[in-house]
Each structure stands twice: as C-alpha cells, then as structure tokens.
C-alpha cells in the first residue's frame, strides 16, 4: 500500500484539518521528512494553502481545529497545535491551545516549527526560563513603592511566551514585569 493510500484511508478520505471531502493531499509536516503517513497529514487546497502562510489568516475557517485539535494522530496534532499558535490574539484559540493534550515527543515537535519568541538581555546574551539576571538599572515597580535597586539579582526568571522584551521574577519578595533591557545575565 502507497503512503497516499494509507493516509487517504487513515482520513477517510476528508480534509485531516477542516473534514472537506474535496481534492486531498499530502502535506508534510515539517521538519520530519514525510517518509511515512505518520509525518504527513491529508489536507485540502484551503487548508495546505493557509499552513503555509505567515500571516493573514482566515481566522474563521481554522474553527475547524475545534474538532481536529482532539485527532488521536500525532501529526494533525502538530499542525493544529501550529495554527493554534499562530492565531494567538484570538480568544478561542489560545483556550483551545491550552486544553490541547499531547505526548511529551508530539509537543517537542510541534513547538520546533512554532516561531519562537528569544529573549535576550542588555548585552545581547539568550535569556532561558530559570535563569539568574541582574538588575543594570534602579527599576520604579508600577503600582508599589518598591524600587528595585541596580545590582539586584532576580533567580528563576520565567520569560513571557508572547513578548521578547518581558520576563517576570520576584525582587523583595513581589512578583515584578521586567524589561529584557534593564537586566543582564
């Protein structure tokens, strides 16, 4: 049996994404080769051509992850997870995204083909959750009378998924936002 054929009867013959029933094919999810079904999902013209988009969207057409982001199969799993991703300013899908369930090995290859946001610090040095930095700058706490002072070391920072100039830790016991500008490594 072809891998087309494989994956056509895996698909039962519909759109792995959206369920359409119109002109199928294989896309390849990357950066797996597509040597088997198993890194390959059948999808539709709509769908292979919104994949491999970086922007603009149709939002309401990726609805459908709705009902494919539950798909036992770990690549479908992947490419929902993907879009999910991609259409993060929209309430639905960031509640979706985190409701997905996925093995430890499918998350790890989906987030290798997710843009990652990098952090790094005032010296140019990646930034890692966990990391130690230290404050080059007096920092007024908004909302507090706290001023974290130039030198003090903040451990076990958390970085925001969303944003490359913010990461999070605790000065004098408050949680604080902190510029990725205002410390270094």
Same mark, same amino acid.
């Given at each position: 049996? =072809? %891998? =087309?054929?494989?994956?056509?009867?895996?698909?039962?013959?519909?759109?792995?994404?959206?369920? !359409?029933?119109?002109?199928?094919?294989?896309?390849? +999810?990357?950066?797996?080769?597509?040597? @088997?079904?198993? #890194?390959?999902? /059948?999808?539709?013209?709509?769908? !292979?051509?919104?994949? #491999?988009?970086? =922007?603009?969207?149709?939002?309401?057409?990726?609805?459908?992850?709705?009902?494919?982001?539950?798909?036992?199969?770990?690549?479908?799993?992947?490419? !929902?997870?993907?879009? *999910?991703?991609?259409?993060?300013?929209? $309430?639905?899908?960031?509640?979706?995204? #985190?409701?997905?369930?996925? #093995?430890?090995? @499918?998350?790890?290859? !989906?987030?290798? &083909?997710?843009?990652?946001?990098?952090?790094?610090? =005032?010296? &140019?040095? %990646?930034?890692?959750? &966990?990391?130690?930095?230290?404050?080059?700058?007096? *920092?007024?706490?908004? &909302?507090?009378?706290? +001023? /974290?002072?130039? $030198?003090? /070391?903040?451990?076990? %920072?958390?970085?925001?998924?969303?944003?490359?100039?913010?990461?999070? $830790?605790? +000065?004098?016991?408050?949680?604080?936002? %902190?510029?990725?500008?205002?410390?270094?490594?």
């Amino acid at each position: 049996m =072809s %891998i =087309s054929t494989n994956l056509r009867n895996r698909c039962d013959s519909k759109c792995e994404l959206c369920s !359409a029933e119109n002109e199928l094919q294989a896309y390849n +999810v990357p950066p797996k080769t597509g040597e @088997t079904e198993d #890194e390959q999902v /059948a999808v539709c013209h709509k769908c !292979a051509t919104e994949v #491999e988009k970086t =922007s603009d969207w149709d939002v309401n057409h990726w609805r459908c992850l709705n009902d494919s982001a539950w798909n036992a199969t770990p690549a479908v799993q992947v490419v !929902a997870y993907r879009m *999910l991703q991609h259409l993060n300013d929209e $309430g639905w899908a960031q509640d979706l995204k #985190e409701m997905m369930y996925m #093995e430890d090995a @499918t998350r790890e290859w !989906a987030e290798l &083909g997710v843009n990652k946001v990098v952090h790094v610090d =005032s010296n &140019g040095n %990646i930034l890692q959750n &966990g990391d130690t930095v230290t404050l080059i700058k007096d *920092l007024n706490v908004k &909302g507090s009378s706290l +001023v /974290a002072k130039r $030198g003090t /070391a903040v451990r076990r %920072i958390r970085l925001d998924p969303n944003n490359a100039n913010y990461i999070e $830790g605790k +000065v004098d016991g408050q949680h604080i936002v %902190i510029l990725t500008q205002y410390v270094k490594k």
